[in-house]
């Protein structure tokens, strides 16, 4: 019986502050055993509450062996390897699933929905981004902006070149784990907090944000905003797009359900229930005017999209003569290609 949320063990960076830059986390736990977080508690001095607490080598050795005798040899491992890091290391305890507190707690969240643990929406991530510095990510780790300068004159004079991938908040997904059945093509397109799931293929032009994601065997060429989920089946061509909270979606919880098909340069401000197709080039959102036909193709009335947020087996086209929206019940259902989602 676990009475806490989370733990890991995890090796970070600091700035020459000691202020948490970024925190990987190998093994995190969704509510560890009681015994485990008792046995950790009783080497770190942990008290309660949602706590990060930076480790030093020897308590990493101590902890190891603690973890190994008490029949937790997995941790036990890790943090006997720990002990031999050059980086700061830290224990974070998340007792409650309460909004992060700190950036060690913050990057914890993310790793749950990166390692599956969690699916998007089923954690609090209120406050989230003041925890998260804006950094250099570097083919020498995270930078501090205002250490950047320094750290780049310094490679040079020791003769080589400081790459910077990128200036953000969240760093890439496949830098701390890379989950099973997936393939990528372009990494940097994947957060650090997505939620990819068994099967689904990211393309060159898809991306995926934090707190969003598939659950399986879906075609991504388009993109997934924060706080959409894709169900299993569906593809996202290329160009597309679902409107996510941080973009304009407000409190609508945007979705896909399963087998759908969002075409290429299409969107959505509306979650889609199971098997619906959106058409290439059309963008359904909550406000726009839709024509309802019957199987004939008569007009049955006008209704505004947000109407038909989760009805199944819809099809949404333009009328190439009027253009005028339309919907009509999809009568076929979308096939992916066994081939396309195959990765072994």
């Known amino acids: 019986m676990s009475e806490h949320f989370s733990l890991a063990l995890g090796i970070g960076t600091q700035n020459t502050a000691g202020d948490w830059l ?3 986390y190998p093994q995190p736990i969704l509510n560890p055993e009681r015994e485990l977080v008792a046995v950790v508690a009783s080497q770190i001095g942990y008290n309660g509450g949602n706590q990060a607490i930076s480790l030093s080598a020897s308590q990493c050795a101590v902890l190891g062996k603690a973890l190994t005798d008490a029949g937790f040899a997995e941790l036990g491992a890790l943090a006997t390897q720990l002990k031999d890091s050059s980086r700061p290391l830290v224990a974070t305890i998340l007792e409650t699933d309460d909004a992060p507190t700190t950036t060690p707690g913050a990057y914890l969240k993310l790793h749950l929905l990166s390692h599956r643990l969690v699916k998007p929406h089923e954690v609090v991530l209120a406050g989230l981004f003041p925890l998260l510095p804006n950094v250099a990510w570097t083919n020498e780790g995270a930078i501090d902006l205002r250490e950047l300068p320094q750290r780049q004159l310094s490679a040079r004079l020791q003769g080589h070149d400081l790459q910077v991938h990128s200036v953000d908040k969240f760093p890439i997904m496949t830098n701390y784990v890379v989950p099973t059945g997936v393939r990528i093509a372009d990494t940097a397109r994947v957060r650090l907090g997505a939620y990819i799931g ?10 995926i944000n934090f707190n969003a994601g598939t659950a ?5 060429e388009g993109r997934i905003s924060a706080g959409v989920f894709v169900g299993k089946g569906s593809d996202l061509g290329g160009g597309s797009s679902t409107m996510g909270t941080l973009s304009g979606g407000g409190n609508i919880v945007i979705s896909v359900g399963e087998g759908c098909l969002i075409g290429a340069n299409a969107g959505i401000g509306i979650p889609l229930g199971d098997r619906c197709t959106v058409e290439a080039g059309l963008y359904i959102t909550a406000g726009l005017k839709v024509a309802l036909l019957d199987d004939d193709d008569n007009l049955v009335k006008i209704v505004k999209a947000r109407q038909l947020a989760n009805q199944p087996d819809l099809l949404f086209r333009r009328n190439s003569q009027t253009g005028s929206i339309e919907c009509k019940t999809n009568k076929s259902a979308i096939a992916l290609n066994d081939m396309l989602h195959a990765h072994n």
Do not use: L
């Open 198 to 207: 068994e099967g689904t293929t990211v393309m060159h032009e898809g991306f």
């Open 216 to 220: 399986g065997t879906s075609m991504v």
């Open 22 to 24: 970024e925190v990987y």
